[in-house]
């Protein structure tokens, strides 16, 4: 068994406890579907310290969070419980070890206890099958038919969930909670040494079985030879949506330094394509509402890469060509100057806020990350490291090298065409294909170049003066009025380094609504922020404040209008500036109405 302990202070006398276990559906033989995951369940009905009727009045009465999906989650290939404690009093941190303990090896998993839960995991099985879930289990089939992962979603078979007899639980019990598979980590205001001497007192006596589960055979990926396509219909879907998808075996590479720099170069090129999509639904008449590009790594065994795009107004035979399109112009001519810069600020600017906010990252938080990396194989890196990496990166990483790793990784033999609708078109699948065939004959260009411009309201003319000033020192609230009469509020806070917030409150809102546009009020915040502002639009925006921690969200509330934003120390100027410029001088461009008007499904 591994340990991992993370001294944090953040909240002060708590702890998070989390029992990772490398065992998860993938493990379960065909006669065991769904077991995997009703074992979490079970193990809260009784074990070796705590009857079934015991434990959670316990943990209540001690202030321990408890209900669905608060306490465990199981998962293809890992089952994680969860434990945050309130304080650091014995009488907790013994309940918390002892529980921990016992969900390892001590459930008794009573035949009369499993029968009694049957129900209850049963009404999980209905409330799991949503559209989503339906639509993912279509689209796993389609591109890994050889593989197991189709055949082990987690919730499980009915027929099993309702007969499985307590043998076969036990037999998995025994077999894969087991403490070779098992990462206990302890996040919080704790003594390490301390915490290494209570993780001994409570998993040293644990013993791995005479034989012990293995690890499955996840089966074989297929790679398809030119173009496969596949379409899905749910009357419960609300948008219609084209995916491009590649699958290639995963390869295990060490989590360091070089290829963290590797990974960076796509991730930077997927951001610039989903920029790309994200540009063009904002043209007027555009067939697309929404689209981006990515990558992940799942089970340590397939890579899976997907552009994703949801038609506007059910206009998926031109997305098709659309998809296609960006696609090779991003593999034939790779990325402009102005792209790779604006991608590159907004990906170092999140690194430099992941340091500056750490002294007051949540132990829960930082628990969760530790134990999500464990199967992955990650290493887990301090926000410091992180960002000396990224910059190490960006020093070396250029045009071409992100071209490089784009073409690398999306140039292969065939790929996966998957549209997903309310309704399946007449021979959907032959229309696919011969959609994009015939995009495929059509050359494309590369992206017109694109500039930038320095942001238009960095002077906003002779600053006024602040024309009283008050301290109410019970609440730590200073209060100013400033000579053109704008009242304002400040207080410091220690919730969260290094970040601002900021809400500037005018008007009468909705109390000026007219009676005959009963739901201007419903729509003015799209057609605000999506116009952009008077010297700049909102696509333009984005692109000369990548890197800065700054935004403007209009809310308008039933007795004043709210412009709100969250900002640095660094930034505050600019976040000030923008504020009020929206006030000042809004867009009101057509691309605001645009979004408004465009329907996606």
Known sequence: ???????NTEPPKRVSLRLHIASGSLMENDNQRGLAHFLEHMV??????YTAADLIPKMQRLGIAFGAHANAYTSFDETVYMLDLPDLSADTMNLGFTVMRDFGDGALLTAEEIDKERGVVLSEKVSRDSVQYRIMEKQYAQILPDSLITKRFPIGTEEVLKSA????FLDFYTRYYTPQRMTFVVVGDVDPQEMKSKIETAFASMT???DPGKDPDLGKIRIPEGIETAAFADKELTSTDVSLMLVRPYVAKPDNTVNRIEKMKLNIAHSILSRRLERLSKIEGSAIASGSASSQALFNFLELGSIDITAADDRWKEVV???????RRAIQHGFSEAELVEAESNQLNTYEQQVKQKATRKSEGIATVLASAINDGGVFSDPEIDLQIAKKALESIDLTSCHVAFKNFWEAPGYHLVLTTKEKPENAEKELAALYQDSLGKPVE???ARSSEPFGYSDLGAPGKIASRKEISDLGITQLVLSNQIRINLKATDFEKEKIQLIARIGSGKLTQPRDKPMLATFANIVFEGGGLGKHSNDELQQILAGKNVSSTLLIGDDAFTISGATTATDFATQVQLMCASLTDPGYRQEGLWQLQKPSR
């Open 1 to 7: 068994m591994r340990y991992i302990i993370y001294p």
């Open 44 to 49: 809260f009905n009784g074990s070796k310290n």
């Open 165 to 168: 007899p307590r043998e076969r």
């Open 208 to 210: 791995n079985p005479a």
């Open 321 to 327: 060509s659309i998809l296609e399109q960006e696609l």
């Open 446 to 448: 590369a992206p017109a």
